[in-house]
C-alpha cells in the first residue's frame, strides 16, 4: 500500500504557483520523497526529490517539514502544460505509487 | 539522446498467446524496472532487475517472467497464465543499486486482448 495521502484532484490558474500537498506520517529515517508526474498516456516524468532540506530545481521547490510527516511540491508558476497527474511517493528500495493528485492548470 | 526505448507503443494480443514487450535503455543504468498502470490506478511494480543476470519478483509478478541478459535491455513477457493482461505498461532504469538516484521512465506499451 502507497504510504502517502495526497488529495484526490486540485484546480490552478495559469500563472499563479501550484502547491501540492502531501501527507507522510509514516515516513522512517531513510526514506527519500519523490515526486512524478504523469501525463496521460505517456510515462512518469521525475520532478525532485528530497530527504529533510527543501529543495529547488529547474522544474519545482519541494518544501519538507522539520518532522518530516509531510511535504509540499510548488510549481512556481503553473503553465496549461502542468497539467497532469502529480505522485508523491517514498522510495526505500522501490517506489510505491498511490493514486497521486490530478492537478488542472486553467486558463 | 538518451533514455529509455519501449516498444512497440501498442500490441494487441489473442487470448491464449504470450507476448514479449521491449525495453532498451542507453543510460549505463545498472538497475532496471517493469510497472504495470491500470486505468485511473497508479503503477504496481512486476519485476525489478538491479545487476545483469538477476531480477527479483515484485507485487504482481504472477503470469509474467523477464530476462536480464544485457545490461541495457530487460524485456517482459505476459504470459497466458496472466488472467487479466490488458494495461498500460512501464519500464524504468535507475543509475545505482543504492542511494537517492531517481528512476527515469520509459513512454509504455498498452497491452490489448483481442
Known amino acids: 500500500d502507497a504510504k502517502t495521502t495526497q488529495p484526490p484532484s486540485m484546480d490552478c490558474a495559469e500563472g499563479r504557483a501550484a502547491n501540492l500537498p502531501c501527507n507522510h506520517s509514516t515516513i522512517s529515517g531513510n526514506e527519500y520523497v519523490y515526486w512524478y508526474r504523469q501525463i496521460h498516456s505517456q510515462g512518469p516524468q521525475y520532478i525532485i526529490h528530497g530527504l529533510k532540506n527543501n529543495e529547488t530545481n529547474e522544474m519545482a521547490s519541494l518544501i519538507i517539514t522539520e518532522d518530516r510527516k509531510s511535504s509540499t511540491l510548488i510549481l512556481p508558476h503553473a503553465t496549461l502544460r502542468d497539467t497532469a497527474v502529480y505522485y508523491c511517493?517514498?522510495?526505500?528500495?522501490?517506489?510505491?505509487f498511490g493514486q497521486g493528485t490530478e492537478l488542472s492548470v486553467k486558463p | 539522446d538518451g533514455g529509455i526505448t519501449q516498444s512497440p507503443k501498442y500490441l494487441f494480443r489473442k487470448e491464449g498467446q504470450n507476448v514479449t514487450l521491449s525495453c532498451e535503455q542507453n543510460?549505463?543504468?545498472?538497475?532496471m524496472y517493469w510497472y504495470r498502470q491500470d486505468p485511473g490506478q497508479g503503477l504496481r511494480l512486476i519485476y525489478y532487475s538491479q545487476i545483469v543476470n538477476d531480477f527479483q519478483k515484485g507485487d504482481i509478478a504472477e503470469g509474467y517472467s523477464v530476462s536480464r541478459e544485457k545490461k541495457e535491455s530487460f524485456p517482459l513477457t505476459v504470459t497466458s497464465a496472466q488472467k487479466n493482461p490488458t494495461a498500460f505498461y512501464l519500464c524504468a532504469s535507475r543509475g545505482r543499486r543504492v542511494g537517492n538516484q531517481p528512476q527515469h521512465f520509459g513512454d509504455g506499451t498498452r497491452l490489448s486482448i483481442l
Open positions: 543510460l549505463n543504468h545498472d538497475a
Open positions: 511517493i517514498l522510495f526505500e528500495g522501490k517506489l510505491i
